[in-house]
């Protein structure tokens, strides 16, 4: 999609050089950064460079450290706005650290941020930020567990949340465009972009970065996840919800198809099997307890399509997905449904890999290993909760887009089912492991269970 608005031959668009960090404030950085949920690099230490520092063109005194941090993969370039202020209390969770008698704070705490924000953002084509309330009162950072930080406004036109990414690239960022395109395509499950910060610098090789997005806040929605947790713990039946979903999902497949048309794109089957072996590969390199299950895996994708006569040149259409699909992305509210977020794909992937078109069965995958999840976490005691859920899920998806009526077919589709579940797994074992280990086991288990479902 097209940006309006932004010149972009303007050098650094709302923003004007600031200082990068001096060397004592570089040293707080590093000191606080390892310990935040939404820093990139998790084992080993990690060398966090200054890269690119600005501030708002409105004189306000915020300055967004942009800084290159290399730790065990590929560099990359993580969003640190801050300010100088006094009296914020020790256990304040915006304090970095006390230097020359003031503190240093995590400006996405900051209402001054959120104003210049909020002013010089970009407002998306069919709202202006005239006449838009910007009545900062009540605004509040989230305390949930997130890759980025995000920040509510309840009163800004009508109530927004604005997400700061933490993790920013060169290139548009798929959560700013994907949702706006879909809106834009007439489909109301996704809440409503707003307004994006921008930047833009020919210096420093950047033709457009995104640093956040503010969108539509939907209040009194339940996040997902606890929804269904809540049902597992109490033994009632998700498939009315799950069926929903899986039409909401089918229709999201429908109208990213119709926003974001991906020209007939195809992967052959052998590619797919690559490609699934090396994201196993790496899992495998990343988790030792996985070492013990990689012959088993490997099996598996060597089985896949095998029902197939010419499965090594069958192709594969592909379309824009969401890419990282699981309960927690998508909110519900008795009177709208299930509306979906968080259009950025996995985060522990290379943006090239996030953006690019893919197979739609990846976001099923991704919302039936959920199901799994909420029953390990909200501990349903009938093994049968996640499989009804699972069920009722793929009712409601297919009951919009069907499967292949060709038997050959339709036993592919089930295949790929099971391999980007696998994927999906693998994907979490990494994630678990470096960010909640007491929850391992969840995807451990799931593995050995897919393992043995294609082994028989
Ligand atoms: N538009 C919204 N309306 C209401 N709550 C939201 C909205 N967007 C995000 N949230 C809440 O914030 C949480 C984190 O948002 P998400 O986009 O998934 O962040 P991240 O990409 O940083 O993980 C969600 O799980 C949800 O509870
Ligand atoms: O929401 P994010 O974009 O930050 O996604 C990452 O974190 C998710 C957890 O917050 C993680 O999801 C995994 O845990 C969920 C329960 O907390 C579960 O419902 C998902 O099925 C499971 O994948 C996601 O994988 C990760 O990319």
Not at 20 to 41: C, S
Not at 442 to 449: F, K
Request: glycine share 8%; net charge negative; charged share 25%.
């Amino acid at each position: 999609m097209t940006r309006t608005g932004l010149d972009l031959t303007e050098q650094l668009g709302p923003f004007v050089l600031a200082d990068t960090p001096t060397e004592t404030e570089l040293d707080a950085l590093r000191a606080w950064l390892p310990g935040r949920r939404w820093f990139p690099v998790k084992h080993g230490s990690a060398r966090i460079e200054p890269w690119l520092s600005v501030r708002f063109g409105d004189g306000s005194d915020p300055v967004i450290h942009l800084l290159r941090v290399q730790g065990e993969g590929e560099p990359v370039v993580v969003q640190v706005p801050v300010v100088r202020r006094t009296d914020v209390a020790t256990d304040a969770p915006e304090r970095i650290a006390e230097l020359d008698g003031t503190v240093l704070i995590d400006a996405c705490y900051d209402p001054v941020f959120w104003a210049s924000w909020l002013a010089l953002a970009q407002w998306g084509e069919a709202d202006s930020r005239d006449g838009v309330d910007t009545d900062l009162a009540g605004a509040r950072v989230l305390a949930v567990e997130q890759s980025n930080t995000s920040i509510l406004f309840p009163k800004v036109a009508g109530g927004a949340i604005c997400k700061v990414f933490r993790t920013v690239a060169v290139g548009a960022n798929p959560d700013v465009d994907i949702p706006r395109a879909l809106v834009q395509a007439g489909w109301a499950g996704v809440p409503r972009p707003y307004a994006w910060l921008e930047l833009a610098s020919s210096e420093h090789g950047i033709d457009l970065m995104d640093l956040g997005v503010l969108c539509e806040f939907v209040d009194g929605a339940s996040d997902g996840f606890q929804l269904a947790c809540a049902f597992a713990t109490d033994e009632r039946s998700f498939t009315d919800q799950a069926r929903d979903l899986g039409r909401t999902v089918a229709e999201m497949h429908l109208a990213l198809a119709r926003a974001m048309p991906s020209a007939g794109q195809t992967v052959g089957l052998e590619w797919l099997r690559t490609e699934l072996r090396r994201r196993a590969r790496g899992a495998v390199d990343a988790v030792d307890a996985l070492g013990s299950r990689a012959r088993a895996i490997e099996q598996l994708l060597a089985q896949l399509g095998a029902a197939l006569p010419d499965a090594a040149d069958h192709l594969l259409e592909l379309q824009h997905v969401h890419g990282d699909l699981h309960l927690g992305q998508a909110l519900w509210a008795e009177d709208t449904g299930w509306r979906i977020l968080d259009f950025e794909g996995e985060p522990m992937r290379p943006v090239a890999e996030r953006i690019r078109p893919d197979l739609p069965v990846r976001d099923v995958a991704g919302m039936l290993r959920s199901f799994d999840y909420a029953a390990a976490v909200g501990q349903a005691n009938d093994p049968q909760w996640a499989l009804d859920a699972r069920e009722a899920f793929l009712a409601g998806y297919r009951a919009v887009l069907p499967e292949p009526d060709a038997e050959a077919l339709a036993a592919l589709e089930q295949d790929l089912v099971l391999a980007l579940e696998l994927d999906k797994a693998l994907y979490e074992v990494v994630y678990e492991a470096n960010n909640r280990p007491d929850w391992l086991w969840i995807p451990l288990q799931a593995v050995d269970r897919i393992l043995t479902q294609a082994h028989g």
